[in-house]
């Protein structure tokens, strides 16, 4: 139990579909963030939220929308990926933005694959 | 940009052998931290290290800063077969935290 909660786990859809990943963080922190995890890359970040508010956008395409209600929740909102956007998304949460200076807790991600 | 880099890409070891993994930066950091990604698992955080030669120890595992805080390393002594995942190292700068690809680590019984 991470205290970060991810779903779904697995994803598989079509070019052309609209899906939305989902975040959770059971920790009381301040800070959320989504990273993109490809086969032998760094951890790209995507975006950070700080007390619901965007941060940073890692010039990320549009086809990435993120959303951030309140600071527990944090969703990724998909639409028209392309082949390249296969990957693990992990989202994180800190206490705040301030990330360099305190731990980032993760889920455990869920793995897209886009047919 | 920053970048931070890892050495080596991979290692494998023979179980009860010591290694260490590499991480230098291509800007002075303020502070460093390591993470350990299991087979199918999420990232987890290891460590912190903030001051310029600074060591901290965990067990069988020894984390180091360099005094130029532009480079870090992990050695592990007795590698265990739980010792198996990704070790990253991330590295922060200007409020911006990078990671390296990471060190991926197979254990030989």
């Known amino acids: 139990e991470t205290g970060v909660t991810q779903t779904p786990r697995h994803l598989v859809m079509g070019m052309t579909n609209k899906k939305s990943l989902k975040c959770e963080q059971h920790?009381?922190?301040?800070?959320m963030y989504w990273y993109k995890q490809s086969a032998k890359k760094p951890l790209e970040l995507m975006f950070v939220y700080n007390f619901k508010e965007q941060t940073e956008n890692n010039s990320v395409p549009s086809r990435f929308s993120p959303e951030c209600p309140n600071s527990s929740h944090l969703f990724l909102h998909l639409h028209t990926l392309q082949p390249e956007d296969s990957a693990l998304y992990l989202c994180?949460?800190?206490?705040?933005?301030?990330?360099?200076?305190?731990?980032?807790?993760f889920g455990d991600g869920t793995r897209l694959s886009i047919l | 940009g920053q970048q931070v880099m890892q050495i080596p890409q991979y290692q494998h070891v023979q179980e009860g052998e010591d290694f260490t993994t590499y991480c230098n930066s291509s800007?002075?950091?303020?502070?460093i931290q390591w993470y350990k990604q299991r087979p199918g698992g999420h990232p987890v955080f290891l460590i912190q290290?903030?001051?310029?030669?600074e060591v901290k120890k965990q067990k069988r595992l020894t984390f180091q800063f360099g005094e130029a805080k532009k480079n870090s390393s992990l050695h592990i002594t007795a590698t265990q077969t739980t010792d198996v995942g990704t070790y990253f190292c991330a590295g922060r700068n200007d409020y911006k935290l990078s990671f390296g690809a990471g060190t991926t680590v197979t254990v030989r019984a």
């Open positions: 920790l009381g922190h301040n800070a």
């Open positions: 290290l903030v001051k310029s030669g």
């Open positions: 800007t002075t950091l303020s502070n």
């Open positions: 994180a949460s800190s206490q705040t933005r301030d990330r360099g200076n305190q731990p980032q807790h």
